[in-house]
């Protein structure tokens, strides 16, 4: 669903792939340190909790939809959001190459998608399942950037995972809303690429702003088309702006401050619980309960998202380079 994505240029992780300004270590502590006096707790907590909220934000953008529909969600989520940032960030409009703009309108155009086709997936089938199914597509490029033998092993998983919740054919899901969902895992892989090559370009977080304002352009007449005048009325705006909070903003920042004292191998394997706390939104806010097969599927995928995030890691150091890890934001990919 989607995560917030700082684009600093470090490397970029997900399932929400967010990437944070690298904050000097003490002297004399080791890269990726931690602060003593809270050892993990601290930023473990603000990344569980900008997990929270992303897949509680996408809950309450399911119970919305009645109201404004999946485009109308997406335009209020994506212009609140963008206003927000860009009033925060200022970024700045010159000094950037054709190229820079280039890269930063293509990746504001596969936000849009990733946040549309994930939206038009919940709308049809439940949220865990929907997560689950998107992070397949962070998987597969952890797996085929890898290019690691163990990396058979996370795929094998994550296809038990995809089977096991299809219950052998996805006839108790909805074809369409299994199309979208796996259209926002292509959608959110590419986000992960052009995330990692605008946090080159623009510093800070210039580049997500500008980003987010070209995709809130972008869906803003499919949203008007879809729902007129229902998206001006005061108690649908309030709704869609705490879904652009919950959903882009909010996690965006926790994200941020937890990656500044939380190692990213840490950060990208705790991000893989996307799915597992998107099944929990769902059962505690809409209702939606998962079979044990559902449940056996979900963990899958959980599993084999970790080891290939691990596997990843381990590979980009023993190769001396920084490992690009998958990860769903602020994007979330939602």
């Known amino acids: 669903m989607s995560s917030p994505d700082p684009h600093t240029g470090t490397p970029t992780v997900t399932p929400a792939a967010t990437s944070a300004p690298a904050t000097a270590p003490p002297a004399g502590a080791a890269p990726g340190a931690v ?4 050892g993990l707790l601290g930023p473990v907590g603000l990344v569980l909790a900008g997990g929270l909220s992303v897949q509680f934000g996408g809950a309450l953008a ?5 109201r404004a529909g999946a485009l109308g969600i997406v335009s209020l989520r994506l212009a609140v959001a963008a206003v927000v940032l860009l009033v925060v960030c200022r970024p700045r409009l010159r000094g950037h190459s054709r190229a820079d703009w280039g890269t930063v309108v293509v990746f504001g155009l596969t936000m849009a998608g990733m946040n549309g086709l994930f939206y038009q997936a919940i709308d ?3 949220i865990g399942p929907a997560v689950t199914l998107e992070v397949l ?3 597969a490029l952890s797996v085929l950037t890898s290019r690691r033998a163990v990396n058979l092993v996370w795929a094998a998983l994550a296809l038990a995972g995809v089977f096991l919740l299809g219950g052998g054919g996805f006839e108790s899901l909805d074809p369409a809303g299994v199309a979208f969902a796996l259209g926002a895992g292509v959608m959110w892989a590419a986000y992960i690429v052009f ?3 605008t946090g080159r370009r623009f510093p800070q977080a210039d580049g997500l702003a500008l980003a987010m304002a070209v995709g ?3 869906f803003l007449p499919m949203g008007i088309a879809e729902s007129g005048t229902r998206l ?3 108690s649908t705006l309030g709704l869609g702006a705490g879904v652009a909070m919950l959903s882009s903003v909010l996690p965006y920042t926790l994200e941020l401050l937890a990656l500044r004292r939380l190692p990213a191998p840490t950060f990208a394997v705790l991000m893989s619980l996307g799915p597992a706390i998107a099944a929990l939104a769902g059962f505690l806010v809409l209702d939606q309960a998962l079979s044990a097969p559902q449940a056996a599927a979900i963990a899958l995928v959980v599993a084999a998202s970790m080891g290939a995030v691990r596997t990843q890691i381990g590979g980009g150091r023993r190769r001396g380079k920084r490992a690009v890890l998958p990860g769903p934001g602020a994007a979330e990919g939602q």
């Open 35 to 38: 602060d003593g006096r809270w």
């Open 137 to 139: 597509g962070p998987l």
């Open 124 to 126: 049809r089938i439940p």
């Open 62 to 66: 399911v119970t919305l939809m009645p």
């Open 232 to 234: 001006l009325e005061p």
């Open 216 to 218: 809130a352009l972008l």
């Open 195 to 197: 995330s990692a090559r």
